[in-house]
C-alpha cells in the first residue's frame, strides 16, 4: 500500500490561506492523489484529487509537484469550518482500493 | 450523505456475540468499502467489493467479513465480537478511479 506523510498538526489564522503538505515519494505513475478531510463526529469528506496538474474546485487548490512526489492542498482563505483533521491518500491503481494515513488536524484561530 | 445510510449508528453488544452492520447506497456506485477508525490509527481499510458478490481483504480483515448481495448492501459481519472490535465503522462508497469517494456517517460499535 502506498503510504503519504503529513504534519500532524498545523494551525492558521481565519480568513488567511492554508498551505497542507503531504509526501509520497514512493507514488506511482498511475497513483491518482487524494485528499479528503474529516470534522468532529463526521465521517470523511471529498474535497479534491487529481494526478499530474495542478486542480482547483470551489473547495480548494491541489497542487502537485512536478516529479510528483509530493502535492499541496490549499485553502484560499480559512474559516473556522475548515477545522478539520485532513488527509492526504494515494488511490492506486491496482484493486481500487485506498489507504488513509492518520492526516493533519489543522486548527483555525479566530 | 443522503445517499448513504449505515445502520444502527450505535451499537452496544457483548463479546462473543455476532454482530453485522449495513451500508445502504442509493447512488448505484460499483464499489463499497468497510474502514474502522481508532484513536492514533486514522481509517484502517477492512474489506471492499468491486461488484455483487465480488470482495476483498484490507489491511484489518481478521474478525471481519462482508457480503454483498445487490448493489446497494453492503454487509459487515463481526462472527464474534471482541473488545479490540471496539470502533467507529465507516462505509465508503465510489465508481472509480477518477473519482472522489462518499462517506457514511458512521456506526459506533462498543464490545463490552
Known amino acids: 500500500d502506498a503510504k503519504t506523510t503529513q504534519p500532524n498538526s498545523m494551525e492558521s489564522n481565519e480568513e488567511e490561506p492554508v498551505h497542507l503538505p503531504c509526501n509520497h515519494s514512493?507514488?506511482?505513475?498511475?497513483?491518482?492523489i487524494h485528499w479528503y478531510r474529516q470534522l468532529p463526529s463526521q465521517g470523511p469528506e471529498y474535497v479534491i484529487h487529481?494526478?499530474?496538474s495542478n486542480v482547483n474546485n470551489r473547495m480548494a487548490s491541489l497542487a502537485i509537484a512536478e516529479d510528483r512526489k509530493s502535492s499541496t492542498l490549499i485553502l484560499h482563505r480559512a474559516t473556522l469550518r475548515d477545522a478539520a483533521v485532513y488527509y492526504c491518500?494515494?488511490?492506486?491503481?491496482?484493486?481500487?482500493?485506498?489507504?488513509f494515513g492518520t492526516g493533519t488536524s489543522l486548527t483555525v484561530i479566530p | 450523505d443522503a445517499g448513504i445510510t449505515q445502520s444502527p449508528r450505535h451499537k452496544v453488544t457483548e463479546t462473543g456475540t455476532p454482530v453485522t452492520l449495513r451500508c445502504h447506497q442509493t447512488?448505484?456506485?460499483?464499489?463499497m468499502y468497510w474502514y474502522r477508525q481508532d484513536p492514533g490509527h486514522g481509517l484502517r481499510l477492512i474489506h471492499y467489493?468491486?461488484?455483487?458478490?465480488?470482495?476483498d481483504k484490507g489491511e484489518v480483515s481478521d474478525g471481519y467479513s462482508v457480503s454483498r448481495s445487490k448493489t446497494e448492501d453492503f454487509l459487515l459481519t463481526l462472527e464474534s465480537a471482541t473488545s479490540s472490535q471496539t470502533s467507529v465503522y465507516f462505509c465508503?462508497?465510489?465508481?472509480?478511479?477518477?473519482?472522489?469517494?462518499?462517506f457514511g456517517s458512521g456506526t459506533r460499535l462498543t464490545v463490552v
Open positions: 491518500i494515494l488511490q492506486e491503481n491496482t484493486g481500487n482500493q485506498f489507504y
Open positions: 514512493t507514488i506511482s505513475g498511475t497513483d491518482y
Open positions: 487529481g494526478l499530474t
Open positions: 447512488e448505484n456506485h460499483r464499489y
Open positions: 467489493s468491486y461488484g455483487v458478490k465480488d470482495t
Open positions: 465508503a462508497t465510489g465508481t472509480g478511479l477518477n473519482y472522489g469517494y462518499t
